[in-house]
């Protein structure tokens, strides 16, 4: 189990490899990509910055999480920060289990989780020259159910 | 007591820095330490209850804060 926030391309073959043991059945990889639109607008590419020491602890948390959770060690998870072009990947989640349901739900956990609590913020730099940090919206207890315990909410979620 | 406060994407570019320092009376809370960064110029657009780290976990409004603790201020993340 290994969780890492990197600087240079993400090396899915390296990761399922480093994952792969005779006792799993399934082995299942997500890739998140820089896509080439986002609400409407072009985008040429996007740069990742990360609060990096709570980024990685965060990050290693919810990989903890998932392997406990689902009952598996062969989880890695790997988080690119710096300039990407269109089509790199960001972010690749990639769980070996013995079978694939929990694999699948491993997965979605750590995607998920990610999503909410780990502090990486995206600046998109669009064709026109122009660049904007992407405000996400903010789901924080409709998909992961391990929230930061006690956290302060954004004021949307103390009504 | 002097805190070290963290800020990150569009709030760092409100404030114009990624880092200051604050002065706080002792016994003060995660919220004492925004409503006196909503003082400084840029500060006003920031959310009142934004999300708050300190030594880099998740932390409640009324969490007390010590000296030299490190207060981040965190916009909606935006991984993945």
Same mark, same amino acid.
């Given at each position: ?6 600087? @240079? ?10 994952? &792969? ?11 998140? @990509? ?18 990096? &020491? ?28 710096? @300039? ?11 769980? &070996? ?53 006690? &956290? ?8 | ?11 760092? /570019? ?20 925004? /409503? ?45």
């Amino acid at each position: 189990m290994r969780a890492a926030l990197i600087e @240079t391309p993400i090396d899915v073959g390296a990761l399922v490899a480093e994952v &792969a043991h005779t006792a799993n059945g399934a082995t299942l990889v997500f890739v998140g @990509t820089v896509r080439d639109v986002n609400n409407g607008r072009a985008i040429t590419g996007m740069e990742y910055r990360a609060y990096h &020491a709570m980024a990685l602890r965060e990050l290693s948390d919810i990989t903890r999480e998932a392997a406990a959770e689902f009952e598996t060690d062969d989880i890695v998870v790997e988080h690119r920060v710096g @300039t990407l072009g269109l089509g790199d990947a960001s972010v690749a989640i990639v769980v &070996a289990h013995p079978h694939r349901g929990p694999a699948y739900e491993a997965s979605r956990y750590v995607i998920e989780q990610l999503k909410q609590r780990v502090p990486i913020w995206k600046l998109e730099h669009y064709v026109d020259g122009s660049r904007e940090w992407v405000a996400a919206p903010i789901k924080t207890r409709e998909t992961g159910r391990i929230t930061a315990e006690n &956290a302060i909410l954004p004021e949307a979620e103390l009504r | 007591m002097t805190v070290t406060v963290l800020l990150f994407a569009s709030y760092a /570019d409100l404030l114009g820095t990624n880092q200051l320092e604050l002065e706080l009376p002792i016994g003060a809370t995660t919220d004492d330490a925004m /409503d006196q960064l909503q003082a400084l110029p840029g500060a006003s657009r920031l959310p009142k209850h934004p999300l708050i780290a300190v030594n880099e976990r998740y932390a409640r409004r009324d969490h007390v804060l010590a000296a030299g603790d490190e207060v981040a201020i965190i916009p909606p993340v935006a991984g993945g």
